[in-house]
């Protein structure tokens, strides 16, 4: 019921800036928290940045001033602002969201993935 659309990932040099955004469509009653995670090739899936309930943003402590999450309430988007990419931060990049959807209470959601290369 509910999708979450993360836009296309790219290919980028070290040292340069890429923007991933997310909308969430469906029947949605509230968003508790949303953000982005990222999986390496043979790594687990990590944080990157979300909002928590409450509004605040909590950022993994590799991605801190480097990367910056932003969103747009009116259009159920995220943003995330990446700059200075590193080759290691190549992975494919996961929008999440807790979703309260009507009559069935919240639960997880999950973006299909993006995939973001950067080359050295």
């Known amino acids: 019921q509910v999708q979450l659309v993360e836009s296309r990932g790219g290919l980028v040099q070290a040292g340069g800036s890429l923007t991933l955004s997310c909308a969430a469509s469906?029947?949605?009653?509230?968003?508790?928290?949303m953000g982005w995670y990222r999986q390496a090739p043979g790594k687990q899936r990590e944080l990157v940045a979300e909002f928590t309930s409450g509004g605040r943003t909590n950022y993994a402590d590799s991605m801190k001033g480097r990367f910056t999450l932003s969103r747009d309430n009116a259009k159920n988007t995220v943003y995330l602002q990446m700059s200075n990419l590193k080759p290691e931060d190549t992975a494919v990049y996961y929008c999440n969201a807790f979703v309260v959807v009507p009559f069935n209470g919240g639960k997880d959601y999950w973006g299909k993935g993006t995939l973001v290369t950067v080359s050295s």
């Open positions: 469906g029947s949605i009653f509230s968003i508790n928290t």
